[in-house]
């Protein structure tokens, strides 16, 4: 056979193999069990139940099984390996984040490339030569333990940091002196969702948890009766004093910290992921008594700012949708004298800071940023000029700062960090991104479409110059996420932009649910309102068909936690309408989410299966209890062995009823990581690793060639 003739042979060989499905082996069989709730007289069968418990053998075998079977049909996608590699070498460039002060100091993080953490660096003024402060990676051989809070002390004399593994919400607190970075023997184990507050260099406040009864049950066992400490320098954690503690709301979250002149300690109390009470101490009394009420809860959203002329700055929803400032008296804190300081804008107002004489106020247009600065009295002085449609973030500081930092990034726009000045109002490049990849051939934009009830909804759309948007169908990924009053706004992704650099179009929408456009967006896709969040995806696909931009044959949905029972809702009613589906992480037993970890906190914005009417709407959208006999896509669940936050049940569980009852020949695949949880502090090496996984199925599936 002559060259040309072997060429043309391994040309037909490759489309042979890009036509013909893949073949998929058995699953693994997943036992039936003959567990029946009874739900207000109504009969709900959990036949997986015994998949809750992560810590039995059964369970255990039955993921080495299933990821057995993922990664042996993963392994024969043609392009895996190729897609591995181009991830891997445009995740390969320089990462910094905005810089923050702390007394002389400057510290920021820096990732080389392809580090598995972070690392973060100290330097003394601008111009020294930064020094690496803490490098997490020497912490585990896997790059698996990773860096959370970091706090100095008043007199930068003591460094307090958390750090968590496998990506667990769980952390413990370290000390260490800055000046010779010596770790001292104050330790903190069982935190979680804490800060650090310190008091002068002599201790520090944070949230801590008692040690749990079962160690081997605490990613899976609900977590209770968080409680307020203090921690002096010098004493072992049994010693640490009790701030506050509430044994008559054991699910409630607590946080305390103090003011910057550290004349009033806040307490900030929610029974879940919405609604806040703030409470205030004097610590100039010197009896000093028992927290007092500031913003009584927990119908709104407030957050302590600064003290400014002897009164509370607060960032709240009170009488303002979209969130506005206002002024509280500590000597007259009753509601009747709360004072509108910078009101309600037709904007949301996301974020509020203070440094030196400036307010810094972040707002969302249209679910990108617009930043406003404002002076100590509330008069607007100017607005910093952003480089395009994006998101900015940063903007931190104290009173006695003359400059600030930010970070600015979009789709098409690396993570890059500038320098704003206070007295001149001028923004200068600080630190400037260099990637791999050529993004100067694309393209975001924002359409609008509308909902099933008539309610426009927006979207950004992310494409190259090369491909005609309207002229399809192009592969799409669409991704959303639509809860927790949490925006969707233009952030960078490696594997979005290697996805659009191969001819595929990214699309975000900003579904009700977000804090896109204020409370009443939220409130409009929370409880009983939580399908039209289902509803506002579904329209985005069809109106990305309609348009000719794609067809279900070219369509992926993906979305994470929150974003995969979005996922795992759609999929479940509209399952003709997409040809990949991603649920990530997913929550996806509404009936039993709040018996785990921290699941709980999310009944305020999800309801709960105990209350007859919220059992009702939970039922009717589940998407683990709406599984029926039917086709599916091709479906690829991602979780992680770690994940304390939505445990790994909800996976396992959706996965095995899938396998179950799809009867379409399209893959009903799980992916379970081990060392990882929930996403957050994964590793790179684990993130370029599941990319890979998650495009290959993707490419391969939509029928893209590289």
């Known amino acids: 056979m002559n060259k040309y003739l072997f060429i043309l042979f391994c040309m037909s060989i490759f489309n042979l193999q890009a036509q013909h499905p893949i073949p998929l082996h058995s699953y693994p069989t997943s036992k039936k069990g003959n567990v029946v709730d009874t739900y207000f007289g109504q009969q709900v069968e959990d036949p997986y139940r015994w998949l809750e418990d992560d810590n039995s053998p059964e369970t255990m075998n039955w993921v080495l099984e299933q990821n057995a079977v993922t990664f042996d049909y993963l392994n024969r996608i043609p392009d895996r390996s190729v897609i591995h590699n181009n991830l891997m070498n445009n995740w390969n460039y320089a990462k910094y984040s905005s810089p923050f002060k702390e007394g002389d100091y400057y510290l920021f993080y820096k990732n080389n490339g392809l580090q598995n953490q972070s690392v973060l660096y100290i330097q003394k003024g601008l111009q020294a030569e930064p020094q690496v402060f803490i490098d997490p990676n020497t912490l585990s051989k896997d790059g698996t333990v990773a860096l959370n809070n970091v706090s100095l002390s008043k007199k930068q004399k003591y460094a307090a940091y958390s750090v968590s593994g496998s990506g667990s919400d769980w952390q413990d607190i370290y000390v260490m002196e800055v000046e010779s970075k010596k770790i001292l023997k104050d330790k903190i184990s069982y935190s979680k969702f804490s800060g650090i507050s310190w008091k002068g260099d002599d201790g520090f406040y944070y949230s ?370 997409y040809k990949v589906a991603l649920p990530g992480v997913g929550v996806l037993d509404m009936l039993r989410y709040q018996k785990f970890t921290v699941g709980w906190g999310w009944v305020v914005e999800y309801g709960s299966s105990e209350n007859e009417n919220q059992f009702n709407f939970l039922k009717a959208y589940s998407p683990l209890h709406n599984v029926r006999k039917i086709d599916y896509p091709a479906t690829l669940i991602t979780t992680a062995d770690h994940d304390d936050r939505v445990v790994p049940a909800h996976s396992f569980k959706f996965a095995a009823t899938l396998q179950e009852k799809n009867t379409s020949s399209n893959p009903m695949l799980i992916r379970i990581d081990t060392q990882a949880g929930h996403g957050a502090g994964k590793s790179t090496t684990k993130q370029i690793d599941e990319w890979s996984d998650v495009m290959s199925f993707v490419f391969y599936h939509l029928g893209m060639h590289l």
């Open 208 to 577: 801590g948890y008692d040690k749990p009864k079962n160690e081997d049950e605490k990613y899976s066992a609900k977590t209770e009766f968080q409680k307020i400490f203090y921690h002096k320098m010098g004493t072992s954690q049994d010693a640490d004093q009790l701030i506050y503690e509430d044994r008559e709301h054991p699910l409630r979250y607590k946080g305390a910290f103090l003011s910057e002149d550290e004349n009033w300690l806040i307490l900030s109390l929610s029974d879940g992921t919405d609604g806040v009470e703030l409470q205030y101490l004097d610590m100039k009394s010197p009896s000093k008594g028992t927290f007092k009420m500031l913003c009584p809860g927990y119908d709104l959203n407030q957050d302590f700012i600064d003290v400014i002329n002897g009164k509370f700055l607060i960032f709240t929803n009170w009488k303002a949708p979209n969130y506005q400032l206002i002024l509280i008296d500590p000597k007259h804190p009753e509601e009747k004298n709360w004072m509108p300081f910078i009101k309600e804008s037709k904007n949301k107002l996301n974020a509020v800071s203070r440094v030196g004489d400036k307010l810094f106020l972040n707002y969302l247009e249209n679910a990108s940023s617009k930043v406003e600065v404002y002076s100590l009295e509330g008069n607007h002085v100017s607005d910093i000029q952003l480089p395009g449609i994006g998101t900015a973030s940063g903007f931190g500081g104290t009173s006695k700062d003359k400059q600030t930092f930010y970070t600015y990034s979009s789709f098409n726009a690396p993570p890059t960090v500038y320098q704003y000045d206070l007295a001149t109002a001028k923004s200068t490049l600080f630190k400037q991104t260099h990637l791999k990849m050529d993004l100067s051939k694309t393209i975001v934009e924002q359409m609008w479409f509308t909902s099933k009830d008539g309610t426009e909804v927006p979207m950004f759309v992310y494409y190259s110059k090369n491909i005609d948007l309207k002229k399809g169908p192009h592969p799409v990924l669409l991704y959303g996420y639509g809860g927790f009053n949490i925006p969707l706004t233009p952030s960078f992704s490696i594997p979005m932009s290697y996805f659009v650099e191969k001819g595929g179009v990214y699309v975000v929408v900003n579904l009700r649910g977000g804090s896109e456009f204020g409370e009443e967006w939220h409130k409009a896709g929370m409880l009983e309102n939580k399908q039209n969040v289902f509803d506002d995806f579904i329209g985005a696909a069809e109106f990305l068909i309609s348009k000719g931009i794609t067809s279900s044959d070219k369509l992926a949905i993906h979305g994470r936690s929150n974003g995969g029972l979005l996922v795992g809702a759609c999929l479940t009613q509209r399952p003709d309408l």
